[in-house]
């Protein structure tokens, strides 16, 4: 362009200015059109991208949620157990218990009826003969019965006391 054909000027310009004005603008336009586009593409796949990374952190917490519900699932269900067969060994124990108690109950009744028997015993056999021999003789017999007797109770403790 030359100093006698102003650039941007209405007066005065020649068809061929006002061509290259119109080229320039145009030029222009286009650029910016261009970098419009360049920049709204990369916008657009940053775009994508990040809500892409964002579906995947959303699914890596929902899975970290899921594995952490499963994981206090197992551990309410390890604790359950647990607390049921904490339950179990009580009620267990406790049977156990009650059946020490009726075996020494059962032992201790038996005892006593033997003891009892014993004596009356005894006393039939020293009513029954006036007989200082024949007394002699059946409270020797008594005294040995007595005496497995005592074994019998001596032996029916040490049970007891080991059960």
Request: some cysteine; proline content about 1%; charged content about 30%.
């Amino acid at each position: 362009l030359s100093q006698d054909q102003p650039f941007l000027t209405a007066e005065g310009c020649s068809g061929g200015t006002r061509f290259q004005v119109k080229l320039i603008i145009a030029t222009i336009v286009a650029l910016v059109v261009y970098f419009a586009l360049i920049v709204g593409v990369r916008l657009r796949r940053k775009a994508e991208q990040n809500r892409r990374i964002q579906e995947m952190l959303q699914q890596a917490i929902a899975r970290r949620r899921e594995d952490r519900d499963v994981d206090a699932n197992a551990a309410a269900i390890k604790y359950g157990k647990r607390w049921i067969n904490r339950v179990r060994e009580k009620k267990r124990m406790l049977k156990e218990e009650k059946r020490q108690e009726l075996i020494k109950q059962s032992l201790h009744d038996q005892i006593i009826s033997i003891i009892k028997q014993l004596r009356n015993e005894l006393h039939m056999q020293i009513a029954l003969t006036d007989c200082v021999y024949c007394n002699f003789k059946r409270i020797h017999s008594f005294v040995s019965k007595l005496t497995l007797a005592y074994r019998v109770v001596v032996g029916l403790l040490v049970a007891i006391l080991f059960i």
